[in-house]
């Protein structure tokens, strides 16, 4: 299974590569990183779990239906409704399509080069074979691989849990904070309780940590390769550093020992993969990869037993994507805010920080425990880009965190030094939290249902290729392109001139990227 994540993790890279650098920088490169693939996928396997020799139960016919209908609802692929933001991942897999790589919108003699620079890589295998297909086929590839990523992730999150793949997904699938709280008890024009179908998640303002549904209703792009990198560094780091007799045998009456690192080359790969597809994320998982790279190092020898190849193409990786994302300067903004102390807590604690405190019992001494804590409380005040996107993004890590430490109290049930309180308050916790998730399944249920059945036609369907140069704010989630089924208004980013496309679209003539590396 872990090779199958690396396959779905790297095809991407590998299509990048070949898409936007010039050859004779792509080809070099891509030996490193096949010849790295591949001496991850001969190494014998450290378990024996695979997506294809599933024990095939009811239990497993309710995960497959459960995550199938989960990614359904999330409007990918436009089989459901669609949320706002899936304007701009559509006109995204668009341009791909439509525009040789790289992507350039304008590329004259003189003057400003526009190109699409942002985080492209979880669109590229559907795009790719959308070029020699059409737009339906583009989405029906889209919405196979991203069910593919969320059955590998659901189904490294029941190992890791050692339970089954549908309890884990359900714990995936409803884990929360408690907005319903932030929304009941700090009531404003939106969002509201009633309907059950608003964006409780906007109650704090510009301050969001987004439920898991909620990032794959949104940000999918992001959120799924995020999610499989972070759960099998996680699952990496449960690994035993010495192998027992049974498996490895006795040699010459001793116990052989599996090398301690020869982990940390492999942490820095998957981290260097989670920059490529989730940049953002990537901050907020650094602190997890250090704490691993701490543990697995002996100082005394510290660069034993490192894999050079899989370092190689992890700076590779990272350089590249670099050299790409700083080409917009869009996201280089970059700051602190100030927070009334009030507020800053209000939102720490129903984000969060309750659910934290009632690990602390069982968790304290675990330094994934600190770090989340940390992490939760300082990311609020960190600025980086526009709007609230650091604040909601490099969140996914510690909150994906946080949800991996409450599971495995509440699936290991022989974990004797975890009180009754302890759990009873966690299941409580998780119950309230699902509200934000079944608001957010709700509306869309609602919508899709909507467009189905009572609709007697579609008058928004008209898809017009006529240039648009402006994306109109979002207003309430549920009320967004009415008569329609999806976010689609955009036939191209070419002629974009306001502020939120230029997250997209950058001047990048005197950019590294462009003088060295960008294909002409």
């Known amino acids: 299974m872990k090779r199958l994540s690396y396959i779905y993790l790297t095809l991407p890279f590998i299509l990048f590569l070949f898409g936007w650098v010039r050859l004779t920088i792509a080809i070099p490169l891509?030996?490193?990183?096949?010849?790295?693939?591949?001496?991850?996928?001969?190494?014998?396997?450290?378990?024996?779990?695979?997506?294809?020799?599933?024990?095939?139960?009811?239990?497993?016919?309710?995960?497959?239906?459960?995550?199938?209908?989960?990614?359904?609802?999330?409007?990918?692929?436009?089989?459901?409704?669609?949320n706002w933001d899936h304007n701009w991942r559509n006109v995204v897999l668009r341009d791909l399509m439509n525009f040789n790589w790289p992507?350039?919108?304008?590329?004259?003699?003189?003057?400003?080069?526009?190109m699409l620079v942002y985080y492209v890589g979880f669109w590229l295998p559907s795009a790719l074979i959308a070029k020699?297909?059409?737009?339906?086929?583009?989405?029906?590839?889209?919405?196979?691989?991203?069910?593919?990523?969320?059955?590998?992730?659901?189904?490294?999150?029941?190992?890791?849990?050692?339970?089954?793949?549908f309890k884990a997904t359900l714990l995936l699938i409803f884990f929360s904070g408690l907005d319903i709280f932030g929304t009941l008890f700090f009531p404003q024009e939106y969002p509201t309780i009633f309907p059950p179908i608003t964006h409780l998640e906007t109650w704090a303002g510009n301050l969001q940590y987004s439920s898991f549904t909620t990032q794959l209703f949104w940000v999918f792009n992001q959120s799924i390769p995020a999610w499989l990198c972070i759960i099998v560094i996680a699952r990496r780091a449960t690994f035993p550093t010495k192998q027992s007799p049974n498996s490895v045998g006795i040699a010459s009456g001793k116990e052989q020992e599996r090398p301690r690192n020869d982990g940390r080359s492999e942490l820095i790969l998957l981290w260097s993969l989670c920059f490529f597809f989730a940049p953002l994320a990537s901050v907020g998982l650094l602190p997890y990869i250090l704490i691993e790279l701490i543990k697995q190092t002996d100082f005394k020898s510290p660069f034993k037993n490192l894999r050079w190849e899989q370092l190689a193409?992890?700076?590779?990786?990272?350089?590249?994507?670099?050299?790409?994302?700083?080409?917009?300067?869009a996201a280089q903004s970059r700051g602190f805010q100030s927070l009334p102390l009030d507020k800053f807590l209000l939102f720490f604690l129903l984000e969060g920080g309750i659910l934290w405190l009632i690990l602390t019992p069982s968790k304290y001494k675990d330094p994934r425990w600190i770090v989340t804590g940390i992490l939760l409380a300082l990311i609020p005040f960190i600025?980086?880009?526009?709007?609230?996107?650091?604040?909601?993004?490099a969140s996914i890590a510690p909150l994906f965190y946080l949800m991996l430490m409450t599971g495995e109290i509440i699936f290991n049930k022989s974990a004797h030094h975890v009180s009754l309180i302890t759990r009873y308050s966690l299941l409580v916790l998780l119950v309230l939290g699902a509200f934000t998730p079944l608001y957010e399944i709700n509306r869309s249920i609602y919508r899709t249902y909507d467009y189905y059945f009572l609709q007697d036609s579609c008058s928004a369907c008209d898809f017009s290729m006529d240039p648009i140069t402006k994306l109109?704010?979002?207003?309430?989630?549920?009320?967004?392109?009415?008569?329609?089924?999806?976010?689609?208004?955009l036939p191209t980013l070419q002629f974009m001139t306001d502020e939120l496309s230029q997250n997209f679209i950058a001047n990048v003539r005197q950019t590294f990227f462009y003088k060295y590396l960008a294909k002409r």
């Open 30 to 82: 891509a030996i490193i990183i096949f010849f790295t693939l591949w001496q991850l996928i001969k190494r014998p396997s450290t378990t024996h779990y695979s997506l294809f020799t599933i024990h095939w139960s009811l239990s497993t016919v309710h995960w497959l239906l459960i995550t199938v209908l989960w990614l359904l609802l999330s409007g990918i692929g436009g089989y459901a409704f669609q």
């Open 103 to 114: 992507v350039y919108y304008a590329q004259p003699e003189s003057g400003p080069v526009k």
């Open 132 to 165: 020699i297909t059409n737009w339906q086929i583009a989405n029906f590839v889209l919405f196979v691989w991203s069910l593919f990523g969320l059955l590998l992730v659901t189904h490294h999150l029941g190992n890791f849990f050692k339970t089954s793949n």
């Open 313 to 329: 193409a992890a700076l590779i990786i990272f350089l590249l994507s670099t050299f790409y994302f700083t080409a917009n300067t």
């Open 383 to 393: 600025q980086l880009g526009s709007d609230r996107d650091f604040v909601m993004r």
């Open 472 to 489: 109109t704010q979002p207003g309430k989630p549920e009320e967004e392109h009415p008569g329609s089924l999806t976010a689609d208004v």
